[in-house]
């Protein structure tokens, strides 16, 4: 299983960016998919997560500006940031949890995508 990300890049704040996760490699249905984001000197931290039911949870800092959705037909997450703010900076990392395959393996723990950069100017 694979996670391929994309769409992150240097904003003024104020803008927006989209940002895709594709999961491929004999999926056959991922519980949870999500966006972490790990800044400067600090810890790695859950964004926002969707179920394949569509339920969504999101930390606080971006309720309001960043919508997460997903398509399960093509195992993949996206992550519209808006009104983006130079706290938000930071390499974005999406996560697949509870992945089954097609030939019936399982996995909880998550897997993890390479990161991409988004960085907002002041």
């Known amino acids: 299983v694979q996670l391929q990300a994309s769409g992150g890049g240097l904003v003024q704040a104020g803008e927006s960016l989209r940002l895709s996760c594709a999961a491929s490699?004999?999926?056959?249905?991922?519980?949870?998919m999500g966006w972490y984001r790990q800044g400067p000197g600090k810890q790695r931290e859950l964004v926002a997560a969707?179920?394949?039911?569509?339920?969504?949870n999101y930390t606080d800092s971006v309720k309001g500006r960043f919508t997460i959705s997903r398509d399960n037909a093509k195992n993949t997450v996206y992550l519209q940031m808006n009104s983006l703010k130079p706290e938000d900076t930071a390499v974005y990392y999406c996560?697949?949890?509870?992945?089954?395959?097609?030939?019936?393996?399982?996995?909880?723990?998550?897997?993890w995508g390479q990161g991409t950069q988004v960085t907002v100017s002041s």
């Open positions: 969707i179920t394949s039911g569509g339920s969504t």
């Open positions: 490699g004999g999926i056959a249905t991922i519980n949870s």
């Open positions: 996560n697949a949890e509870g992945v089954l395959t097609g030939w019936g393996t399982y996995r909880a723990i998550g897997y």
